[in-house]
Antibody, heavy 118, light 108 residues
């Protein structure tokens, strides 16, 4: 059974940093790209970032480019999202998702809440 | 930037058919994927590659496509189908993934 477990969310001040983790199990981790998708309170889904199975290729949405980085440790079956220069509009539930064929997401974690507020 | 357009809401009575549309200029050349999200829960993939259904998804959920519009059809709607539904596609270039704005399906 595929399981994705996010952690690292919490309350952070504007301008601060936070690192999210997503521990994966139940599939061959290094064979799959992974992605982060967020959802602001009461709003829709917004894709944030993705990383290839090897970790050599990364993608970012325009809204986080230059502030967020994505990485993975295939020995630990874990993907990370390092967030810097956080703003109030980064407040959201952040979901980790397993990518299929570079195109879509067949499994999602339960999400971790990030709140950016003073 | 590329956009997918969905109606904000659709309402149907139990047992009726609900149709949720998703429009985008590049859709004739791109697959569309549909997710169901119930309150407080993570999204769940219910249709992939326009018309395919993952194992475990009820047959009442189906996808179809016509030109620049794809449609998620829920036949014989049940109360448990009340949820938000999102379409999604993948695009080349920097954007990578785009979601529609979501449609709230209300079962009257």
């Amino acid at each position: 059974e595929v399981q994705l477990l996010e952690s690292g969310g919490g309350l952070v001040q504007p301008g601060g940093s936070l690192r999210l983790s997503c521990a994966a199990s139940g599939f061959t981790f290094n064979n799959n790209a992974m992605s982060w998708v967020r959802q602001a309170p009461g709003k829709g889904l917004e894709w944030v970032s993705a990383i290839s199975g090897s970790g050599g290729v990364t993608y970012f949405s325009d809204s986080v480019k230059g502030r967020f980085t994505i990485s993975r440790d295939n020995s630990r079956n874990t993907v990370y999202l390092q967030m810097k220069s956080l703003r109030a509009d980064d407040t959201a539930v952040y979901y980790c998702a397993k990518v299929v064929s570079v195109d879509y997401f067949d499994h999602w974690g339960q999400g971790t809440l990030v709140t950016v507020s003073s | 930037s590329y956009e997918l357009t969905q109606p904000p809401s659709v309402s149907v009575s139990p047992g009726q058919t609900a149709r949720i549309t998703c429009s985008g200029d590049a859709l004739p050349k791109q697959y569309v994927y549909w997710y169901q999200q119930k309150p407080g829960q993570a999204p769940v993939l219910i249709v992939y590659k326009d018309i395919e259904r993952p194992s475990g998804i009820p047959e009442r959920f189906s996808g179809s496509t016509s030109g620049t519009t794809v449609t998620l059809t829920v036949s014989g709607v049940q109360a448990e189908d009340e949820a938000d539904y999102y379409c999604q596609t993948a695009v080349t270039g920097d954007t990578y993934v785009v979601f529609g704005g979501g449609t709230k399906l209300t079962v009257l």
